[in-house]
Structures are given as structure tokens and as C-alpha cells.
């Protein structure tokens, strides 16, 4: 296939161990991803803690579509289009606030954060008109799974609950680090823009094989043990949940290592009020289990990675761009522990990150190798002799197998031929 | 020195002129060492209490709460130097190419032996994506020392630092 024929064969494109570079680099098949992927199917928009008050709301996006998420005057977490309905204007000019109503600039509609039409300017020149025809726009269905908001623009379908799977259970583990179960983001997002397509970063966040090459450079200057966990030796595995959800599975590191807090690079010492915040919480036992695991390593299909301490949200912009937004985790009734997420997570990720900045130019160079016709596949055969199932019946294998990048693509082809 | 900004210049003396000079003296030899990736040299400029941020979505954020860029202590400074020198930091290999103008420097106060400074900065770069302008307005906070000056706090509020940006792996 050419890339440029009307409608792709996406079978012919993807094979279960390999994929055509076509596939990264063609504006045709980004439109199809949008129509098909991110515009269909469960999209990752914002967390609850992002909206606390009444009225509260953040600009966000699904796809290349402009969202609020709204905190409604009735107490409901909406997802609204940032569109007039009348002549079409960009409502909201600012990334966040807290408002009871939106009034378009334009021509002065001015609307309910619930999404209704209040009132028009000169509201005689629409003479007695139902004003209930112009609402607007929304995201058909909002799933709110503990805390985590997704939306899909498809009227029917999965449940969130379905489609999450068993990643639910990652989710879990995460809010588990938390005394009171619960988190919080409060620390605001940093955006980091990149030419490359936004699939390199979805494969490359449960990539268990770079890290030792593209990230050597910080293993090397820092005491870090996290160069281990991304070795041969390493006994972490990756582990791949279905529907496109993979998983960096580093407990059986952790708990060979046996040491509560280790995967946060510290110790119970020096976090004493969090540990006896966490042992009142779950009973000593329980959270010395909870501290010795950890937080979790997953990348929710399409664009919610969950990276042990800070939170990824990928955007589409075009073929050839993407937005990395990305903050701290914050966990409600850790505030030492929070500060420590903070101050992690300003040091290693963002533009001027010491971990990120090095993935990001592997990203723009593997959009610039994906342009080159020949060879025409990247290949994803990786740990295919050792791939094997979980007692959940999940594919799992060696922390450097190439097991999440076949599941995504997986998934992928069943999206696009659907 | 006066506080305001808008009568700050008028009322120099001759000491202050001649302040002024050395500041921005040393701050071009910083733009100098910084577009050269002279990294031992830039990184000796710093005190040993020293603060470099580098703040996102505003220059009014507290960094202690809120996401910044950078927001380095003098061993996170060492360690982003260290990992430069290793040959093995893929955004700077090959390094960026960079020229910076450093202007509009301002001296805003003086309290014992440390001086509050403004400058804007426009700096070029080009590396393997492209070229990109960056645009910023510096604090600086030097202390005077024997030989110079130190600095002890540097804040880069990049115009554009609500949006998103591109990899940002140049001393800047």
C-alpha cells in the first residue's frame, strides 16, 4: 500500500510481529485514527481533583477536540464542547476557572455550565424560539472510574468498566499508595510539545528495553538502581491487559528486594509520618505490602500513562506532532511524600527533564526513520519465544520483551478494521 | 537604588553605572558559556545555595507547589551538568546551536552583598528538529564576591511557558 490509497488495508499493514512505517507518518491514516480511535473509543480527559468546587472548570481535549470538563452548578462533572452553537466562536479563552455560566464573546449567548442556553442578546430578534435546540455540544458518554474521568464520543458501546479491564486493578494498586485512597492533581501540568507521531510514545511508555541505552546517561551520573529493574538479570516483567492496556510489572522486583518504599528510590525512615499515616489506614501488614509494591507502571490505551510518580496524558495534534502533558502524583494524606513526587518528577520529566527530554529525541528520530521507505517494517518479535500467561490469563513476559507493543497493535488493528 | 523600574536608570550614580557594567559583564560571559556549552565554567558560576528555575504556566507560580520546568538546587545542577558531559544526553548529542542576546538589563536593588537584576533574553536554536526562537524575561539574584560575581538565584519566565513547548536540554 502506497499510503496515500483511499481507504487502507490495515490488515496488510500490521502483522502480529511486525507494522509498516506507513503507518506512523501517512495524514490519511492520523484521520482515521481520530475517527476511529480517539474519537470512539474510552479517551482519558482529567481527574476529579482537577474540579473540586462547584463550578469549577479545566479546558482539556479528546483527540484534536477541544473539551471543558465542568464541574456543574447541579454538581455533575460534564464534558462540554468549547463551541457556540450559534455562529460557531471558541467559547472559553482560558484553561481554567470556576464559573457558574459561559458567555460567547461574539454575540453574548450566554450559557449554563450545565450546557444550556440561558439567553441571547436582543432576544427579540428570535421572537418566541425554543431556546432548549441550542445547548451545547457534549461528550455523549462520561465514565468516571474512582476518580479518573474518560469520555467517548460514541453513543453506545463498552462500559468504561469493560473497556479499562483488567488495568482496573493497576488503578487500584496506585490509589492504594494513598492513606485515604484517594488522589489528588494538584500540582498543575507541564506540556511538552514533539514532532512525532503520538504512537511512538504510546508503544515507548511500557518499552522495558530502552531504558538502559536511551536513559544510560542518568543511570550513570546518579546512584539510581532503577538501571537494574530494565537489565537481563531484571525479574520485572511486562504484561499485556487487553484491549491495548500494558503494563511495566515491576513488583517482583520489589518484592524480591523486599524493602518498603525502595521503589521510591528512599526508605521508611525517612517518611515516618506517611508510614504511620498508611499502617493506621490498612493495618501494618497490609501497608508494609502496599509500600514494598509500589506504585504501578501502565499505559491506559490510548493516552493515560501512569509512570509510579507522575501522571502522562498524550494529545494527537497531527500526524507529525503530539503534546505530552504530564504532573506530579499526588496522594490525599502524603504530604511528605508529595513533595518528594514533586521534586522527582520536576528532575526527570517535561521539556528540560532528565529522563523525558532523552525519550522525546527518540521520538522525533523515530518519526524521521519512519518516513524512510525501506526497510519497509519495524519489527516486534522481541521475547515472542518467551511469552507466556499470568494466572489472570494476561500475556506476560521479560521486562525487555517486546509483549506491549504486539498488544497495542493488536488492539489497534481491531479498532481500525472495525 | 530605587525600586521602581520606570526611574531605576535615572537615577544611577557613577558607582551604579559602574555596577551595571560588571553585572552585565557577567552575564553575557554567562549567555557566552551557556551558547558554548562551556559546562564546567557555567556550572562554577553558581553559589553554593543556589536556585535555578525555570517556571511553567506563569512566573507567579509557588515552585514549591507547582510544576516547574526547572526548579534545580545546587546538586540537581550537578547532576543535569553530569549527565551533559557523559556524551550519552541523545537531545544535546549533537549539541544544540545557540546565540543568545541578553538585554534590557536592569539593576532593581541592592541588600548587603547581593544585587537583584532583570534582563530579557532571545535565544536561537538549532539542533535535528528545527530552529526555535525562545523568549524570556530573567531575575537574577548575584552576590559580590572578590573575583565577581556569583550566582545565587536565576529565574527564567519563558513567554510562552503556559503553552506547550519543545524540549527545552540547552543551559538556558
Known sequence: MSGQSPNPDYRTLIEPTRVRSVVYHDPQIFEQELERIWHRTWVYVGHISEVPNKNDYVTKSIGSTPVLMVHDRDGKISLLLNKCPHRGNQLCAYRQGNRGTFTCPYHSWTFANTGDLIGYAYADGYGDADKSGFSLGRVPRVGIYRGFVFGSFANEGPSLEEHLGGATASIDQLLENSPEGELELTAGFLQHRTKANWKFMLENETDGYHPAFVHGSVFQVTDSGIGKLYGPQSTALTRDFGNGHTEFDLRPEWRRIGKPLEWFGTSETRFPQYVKAMEQAYGTERARRIMIDGTPHIMIFPNLFIAEIQLFVLQPIAVDETIQHVTALQFKGAPELNRRLRQQTMGSVGPAGLLLADDTEMYERNHRGAVINDPEWVTLTRGLHRERRDENGYRIGHSTDEVPQRAIWRHYTELMTA | ?172
Do not use: C
Request: proline share 3%; hydrophobic share 40%; no cysteine.
Open chain 2, 1 to 172: 537604588m530605587p525600586q521602581s523600574t520606570a526611574t531605576a536608570m535615572l537615577h544611577l550614580e557613577a558607582e551604579q553605572t559602574d555596577l551595571l557594567r560588571r553585572v552585565e559583564q557577567f552575564l553575557f560571559l554567562e549567555a557566552r558559556l551557556q551558547d558554548t556549552h562551556a559546562y564546567d565554567e557555567w556550572e562554577a558560576l553558581w553559589a553554593d545555595d543556589a536556585t535555578y528555575w525555570v517556571p511553567a504556566n506563569g512566573s507567579d507560580t509557588d515552585p514549591e507547589r507547582q510544576m516547574s520546568i526547572i526548579y534545580d538546587n545546587r546538586s540537581r545542577i550537578g547532576v543535569r551538568i553530569d549527565q551533559l558531559k557523559t556524551g550519552r544526553r541523545h537531545t544535546q548529542t549533537p549539541r544544540s546551536e545557540l546565540a543568545r542576546i541578553i538585554s534590557n538589563v536592569e539593576l532593581v536593588t541592592r541588600v548587603g552583598d547581593e544585587i537583584e537584576v532583570r534582563a530579557n533574553a532571545i535565544i536561537f536554536e538549532d539542533n535535528l528538529r528545527g530552529e526555535t526562537l525562545w523568549a524570556s524575561r530573567n531575575e537574577y539574584r548575584l552576590r559580590i564576591t572578590d573575583g565577581g560575581f556569583k550566582l545565587v538565584r536565576k529565574k527564567v519566565g519563558l513567554v510562552n511557558n503556559h503553552k506547550p513547548i519543545f524540549t527545552l536540554s540547552f543551559l538556558i
